[in-house]
Antibody, heavy 126, light 107 residues
Framework: EVQLVESGGGLVQPGGSLRLSCAAS????????MNWVRQAPGKGLEWLSY????????YYADSVKGRFTISRDNAKNSLYLQMNSLRAEDTAVYYC???????????????????WGQGTLVTFSS | DIQLTQSPSFLSASVGDRVTITCRAS??????LAWYQQKPGKAPKLLIY???NLQSGVPSRFSGSGSGTEFTLTISSLQPEDFATYYC?????????FGQGTRLEIK
């Protein structure tokens, strides 16, 4: 079964840091582009970051650029999101999602995100 | 960044109705558009990719169309399990964006 499982969310203070993890199983992780998406309480979906299958290319939304860092370990079938300088507005459920399939040096990211993990909640303490 | 605007933002309909949700892009995105369904407390589920291709396992009452800047998601005959929030997503660039969502509720 193709599956993504996030972990690492929790309660954090403003200005603090947190590292989210996403464990992949059931598919060849190193052949896929990966993404992080978040959803604030009662709000819509916000794409945060993309990483290529090899990890050589990374892109970020303006809202997190310079504060968040995406990375992956293909040997461990794992995706990560290092979040620094956290703000109250970063409160959200964070999802990892599988993107495009890569083969022969070419990737096709037009098939959408599938599957998604179950999400991990990041909240702030006052 | 490419902006996606969904309409309507809220839709009330009955079981058996045919409903259409529109997604407009601020610039042309060819057919690089996907649709998702999300139920409360759950992760989004991919319904349609490349504007009109039905994801494996998704019922055939769901269909998508469009290209360029205007796209539609149609549910031909609403079932009770279809009441959820729907999002469009553009994949034309690596700076991916989502529409604001359309909440579909039972009338």
């Amino acid at each position: 079964e193709v599956q993504l499982v996030e972990s690492g969310g929790g309660l954090v203070q403003p200005g603090g840091s947190l590292r989210l993890s996403c464990a992949a199983s059931g598919f060849t992780f190193s052949s896929y582009e990966m993404n992080w998406v978040r959803q604030a309480p009662g709000k819509g979906l916000e794409w945060l970051s993309y990483i290529s299958s090899s990890g050589s290319a990374k892109y970020y939304a303006d809202s997190v650029k310079g504060r968040f860092t995406i990375s992956r370990d293909n040997a461990k079938n794992s995706l990560y999101l290092q979040m620094n300088s956290l703000r109250a507005e970063d409160t959200a459920v964070y999802y990892c999602a599988r993107g495009g399939y890569c083969s022969g040096g070419r990737c096709d990211g037009t098939f959408g995100f599938d599957p998604w993990g179950q999400g991990t909640l990041v909240t702030f303490s006052s | 960044d490419i902006q996606l605007t969904q309409s309507p933002s809220f839709l009330s309909a009955s079981v058996g109705d045919r409903v259409t949700i529109t997604c407009r892009a601020s610039q042309g995105i060819s057919s690089y558009l996907a649709w998702y369904q999300q139920k409360p407390g759950k992760a989004p589920k991919l319904l349609i990719y490349a504007a009109s291709n039905l994801q494996s396992g998704v019922p055939s009452r769901f269909s998508g169309s469009g290209s360029g800047t205007e796209f539609t998601l149609t549910i031909s005959s609403l079932q009770p399990e279809d009441f959820a929030t729907y999002y469009c997503q553009q994949l034309n660039s690596y700076r991916i964006t989502f529409g604001q969502g359309t909440r579909l509720e039972i009338k």
